[in-house]
């Protein structure tokens, strides 16, 4: 079968992401992986530079994992989560992800993918803060330019308008401020670049009023916005602002966790922890969809 054959049953089947149907009529149909190296259905080879979506850490067509999925399907492959409930793949899990991520983090709920994980942490942050009598602290801070996903609260905390028209009016009570980009983040004279950008968030918080203010999300390094690193002062201050003003603090770390930036989570280059951390993409590395969060055990 011809890959325009293949491009005509897409068409008249498949809904695809992030779509534009004129150039989808030039697609290319994907056929096979092996470690760096995706096949068309025309035969060419090509390098994945992006690695999937950020996500195939491990490279393509790694046999032991695939043996791995099937060995489980055979023995057990659902069974619920809930109340009453568990198994033991995911007790083990739990605990080797204690063993890998941030001290302070030793539980884990987990999800399909990290649009879902965003979701979680909107519903954890507001559910502590419930159980705490604070049930109006309700609001969620997040940066311009950055990526969170696109389910509905996720896409109202992503902070990327091209996401939105189509979709809008967007979930009340999130809220944007500028990113730390040192190309296009202007600091007052006299200030550093990231700790005026972080105290973009002190401002946000006291026009919001602090008794309505859940939690701040933000990735260690913007992926889909730019791949903006901060600078070295920039997380430091914004754990300070967590602090004062009693803000979750939540690391998407979706893209930068289990080692894509040279340590294990990526918050970990500027000696602070999260009270929740998102992941997902490079826990599985495709091969089976799935995410989660972590929390703090305060």
């Not at 879902?116 to 507001?126: F, G, L, P």
């Not at 609260?153 to 009016?169: C, D, N, R, V």
């Not at 500028?178 to 972080?198: D, F, I, K």
């Not at 999300?217 to 602090?243: H, K, M, N």
Request: proline share 5%; with cysteine; net charge negative.
């Amino acid at each position: 079968m011809t890959t325009q054959e293949l491009i005509a049953r897409d068409t008249a089947h498949l809904i695809h992401p992030l779509h534009n149907t004129q150039a989808h009529q030039s697609a290319r149909i994907w056929v096979k992986g092996e470690g760096a190296t995706l096949t068309d259905s025309d035969g060419t080879e090509f390098i994945d530079g992006l690695a999937g979506l950020w996500n195939v850490l491990a490279g393509h067509g790694r046999r032991e994992l695939a043996e791995a999925a099937r060995a489980q399907a055979e023995t057990l492959a659902y069974v619920s989560g809930y109340t009453g409930s568990s198994n033991l793949p995911a007790i083990e899990l739990a605990e080797r992800l204690a063993t890998l991520t941030y001290p302070s983090i030793n539980r884990f709920f987990f999800t399909c993918g990290g649009g879902e994980a965003t979701e979680s942490s909107i519903k954890m942050s507001r559910a502590y803060w419930k159980l705490r009598g604070r049930g109006e602290k309700t609001k969620v801070i997040s940066r311009i330019e950055g990526y969170h996903g696109v389910t509905m609260a996720a896409m109202s905390a992503t902070g990327m308008s091209a996401y939105w028209p189509l979709f809008e009016p967007r979930v009340p009570g999130f809220i944007h401020i500028p990113s730390p980009y040192p190309y296009r983040y202007e600091a007052p004279a006299g200030q550093s670049q990231g700790v005026s950008a972080a105290n973009e968030l002190e401002q946000a918080i006291l026009r919001e009023g602090a008794d309505t203010v859940a939690m701040f999300l933000a990735e260690p390094v913007q992926g889909a916005g730019g791949v903006i690193v901060p600078q070295d002062d920039y997380f430091p201050r914004i754990r300070e602002i967590c602090d004062k003003y009693e803000v979750l603090l939540v690391a998407d770390e979706v893209i930068t966790a289990f080692g894509r930036t040279g340590t294990m989570f990526a918050l970990d280059h500027w000696g602070i922890e999260p009270d929740i951390v998102q992941f997902a993409k490079a826990v599985t590395s495709g091969y089976v969809p799935f995410g989660g969060i972590g929390v703090n055990d305060v």
